[in-house]
Structures are given as structure tokens and as C-alpha cells.
């Protein structure tokens, strides 16, 4: 299992990155935080013997999703002085409410006497591993995926272009 | 001490409400779809624990699938963010108030 000191660490780097990208005024400093924090949970996946998901991690949100928010946080201007939206009474009863279901399930996981069994044999998750496991046993969810993101592409396209005239 | 599983769930239902926080409090939409990508890894998180703790890589799989559905997800969310800035000068989700346009 995962090195205490490293589990700490790197948790700590992914929820105040978290908790920057939640807070920060302007949205070029927030996906900036978001991409520290997507680098901890990367760190926390490679610790846990997920290897290929810590990869995809790095490539696909830092590397493809964030660029994207970028260009459009680039494109699309912001107002400089967004309030945060908590003085709606609505919003505060949420607030209390999850941060009550967040208190129990902390309070349980505290609280709980024995630690669930770990699996002794631990699983890689090498590219090798996942790769055999996707062409196999879930080869029509793998097509189903490039299915979703073909449409995604093309849904993308038609919404955001120019009409040309 | 060592690190369990019940440790990883503790970080993942944080980072869920943290994302939560930024879904509800934020106004621009750009960073409500950020709230929805953070509160997608901490699902994501919550699948490599357990896939860990069981000893199989149907976890590790199930990240690989919501890692392609929030691609898709966030790509045509920013598209809309992109043609409601364009079509009302706006990314403040109050001032969305009509169908048409």
C-alpha cells in the first residue's frame, strides 16, 4: 500500500489545489490550481498501483481538458469581481446540509474499528493489464466510448462555429 | 499507521464536496463545468481505492470510461459557454433566463 507520508502528501496537494480552483477569483488562476490538483490525485493513482489511469490522467485532463478550458477562459471574457454566491438563503441550507452528510461520513470513517480488508495480492494496473482487460472483456463499452466522443466532437463543431455567409 | 481504505474515501468525499462548493457558490459557468470535473475525480479516486481493495481492475477500467465521458461532457459544455458569450455577452448563469433568443 501506499507509503503514509506520500498518501499524506499528495492528498494534501490535491484538495487545496481543489479548494484554489473552488476559490479563486479569476478562472485563468483556477484552472491553473486545477491542474496542480490533477497532478496530486495523479500521484495518489501511482501509489495505489494504478499506473495506466495516473498516465491517462496527466495526458488527457492536464494535457487535453485544461488546454481546452484555457482557450475558452481566454476566449470568453470574465467578469474581474465574481461574488460568490452565498448570500441566497437557498444556498445556505444546501451548504449546511451536505456539510452535515460530509460530517457523518467522516465521523464513520474515523470512527471505524477494523479497516476493511485489503486485497494481499496487489493488482498492477500496467498498460498491458488494462489494455488486455478493455479488447476483451469490456470491448463494446470501448466502442460504445468512441461512439460518445465522436458525437461529442460533432456536437461540439456544429454548436461553436461561425455561420459562414 | 498504515494507509487503508477507509483514508482514500476520507480524500475522495472531500474532494466531492469541495466540488460541490464550486458547482453551487459559482456563478460563471466555466467554473461550475470545473466543479463537475473535480467532483468527477473524486469518483474516480473513490473506483481506484476500491479496485485496489478488491484486488481487480474493473476500478481502474470504470475511471478509463468516466475519463471519456467527461471529455465529451466538458467539450460541449464549453461550446455552449462559447455561443452564450457570443449570443448574450454573458458566462453569468443568473442572467440565463430566456429559451429563445
Known sequence: MIHPALFYSFSALTLLGALGAVAARHPMRAVLSLTVSLFGLSGLFVGLGAHFVAVIQILLYAGAILILFLFVVMLVESPETERMNIRNIWVKLLGIGFGAVLLRILWRVIGAGGEPPIAPHAVEGTVEAVGRELLTTYALPFEAASILLLVGIVGAIVLAKRKVT | ?101
Open chain 2, 1 to 101: 499507521m498504515e494507509i487503508g481504505l477507509n483514508h482514500l474515501l476520507g480524500v475522495s468525499a472531500l474532494l466531492l464536496i469541495i466540488g460541490l462548493m464550486g458547482v453551487i457558490c459559482r456563478r460563471n459557468i466555466i467554473m461550475i463545468l470545473l466543479g463537475l470535473e473535480i467532483m468527477l475525480a473524486a469518483g474516480n479516486l473513490a473506483f481506484v481505492a476500491f479496485a485496489r481493495a478488491n484486488g481487480n481492475l474493473a476500478g481502474q477500467i470504470m475511471v478509463f470510461f468516466v475519463m471519456i465521458v467527461a471529455a465529451a461532457e466538458v467539450t460541449v459544455g464549453l461550446a455552449i459557454a462559447v455561443v452564450l458569450a457570443r449570443k448574450i455577452r454573458s458566462v453569468n448563469a443568473d442572467e440565463m433566463r430566456q429559451l429563445k433568443w
